[in-house]
């Protein structure tokens, strides 16, 4: 249940305005050592200032429907510091910095009743800080994962090696999401490309475990549902021991040591040839 709130900390905000605002935002502006312009921090203290005087101090509890707009901004707010890279202490710091600058204020007063009504302004900062930093943090698993997902896009470049002859060079540990992505880039490029031949490199991949194998032999096998054949390259031979000690079968899926022998090899079979010259 929360508190009875007590308007004055409402009439306190207004009374007070400028100097509260002015010393808010130095207060937030010396935390966040100039990552953000004066201006910009001054603009969102004053909007979320204005959020506050909007409920009108009828309630404690910001998830109420008065401080549906403060809300909104926090939430855009959270965002954009996510976006920019602020830890979640500085995307909160603007939020908090006013519960000391009331404070200093109500020191100067003397008022028993000021006081009071700090502690009801008080629980609304704190909840407002919270709430900010679960914006925050939803906002940056989004970040995350949008980052994830660029990277694995582009840690699976599928390359045109020769007429026919596809490459995909494989860096890092597959699993079952890369293995989508890997495959996926490799199926639109056999479309586009119109190849009948592609090479899966996995030089990079520092190991291969049966689940790794797993995921190799699907994307071969999805490739030959387009009528491509695949050659596995970068079998070194540690990798070898590894494999045979599995008991890992590789089937008819022809491997080689390295890029240029699989190169070679998908050459003969598209019917051409490598002659060195007299």
Not at 18 to 45: F, K
Not at 90 to 116: C, H, M, N, P, W
Not at 203 to 229: C, I, M, S, W
Request: net charge negative.
């Amino acid at each position: 249940m929360s508190p009875q709130p007590d308007h004055q900390w409402i009439d306190l905000l207004r009374e007070n305005e400028d100097e509260v605002i002015a010393a808010w935002t130095a207060a937030a502006e010396a935390s966040l050592a100039g990552r953000m312009t004066g201006s910009d921090l001054a603009n969102d203290i004053r909007e979320i200032y204005n959020g506050l005087l909007a409920g009108e101090g009828a309630e404690t509890d910001i998830r109420s429907s008065v401080y549906d707009g403060l809300r909104a901004l926090l939430n855009d707010l959270g965002r954009t510091r996510a976006r920019q890279g602020f830890s979640p202490t500085e995307a909160a710091t603007s939020i908090f910095a006013l519960k000391q600058v009331v404070l200093d204020l109500l020191g100067r007063r003397g008022d028993l009743a000021a006081y009071r009504a700090f502690a009801n302004l008080s629980i609304i900062v704190d909840d407002l800080g919270l709430y900010m930093l679960e914006t925050y943090a939803n906002a940056r698993e989004t970040v995350i994962a949008q980052q994830a997902e660029t990277l694995l896009e582009l840690s699976t470049p599928v390359v045109k090696l020769w007429d026919n002859i596809v490459a995909l060079p494989l860096v890092g540990t597959l699993d079952s999401a890369r293995t989508q992505v890997v495959m996926e880039a490799l199926l639109q490029a056999l479309v586009d490309t119109g190849s009948e031949h592609a090479i899966i490199d996995i030089t990079g991949v520092p190991a291969v475990d049966t689940q790794v194998a797993q995921h190799l032999l699907k994307t071969v096998q999805a490739a030959r549902l387009l009528g491509a054949e695949c050659i596995v390259s970068g079998i070194r031979p540690q990798i070898a021991q590894t494999v045979v000690a599995l008991g890992i079968e590789f089937g008819d899926i022809h491997t080689k040591a390295n890029l240029s022998d699989a190169m070679l090899l998908a050459m003969r079979r598209s019917g051409l040839d490598i002659v060195g010259r007299s």
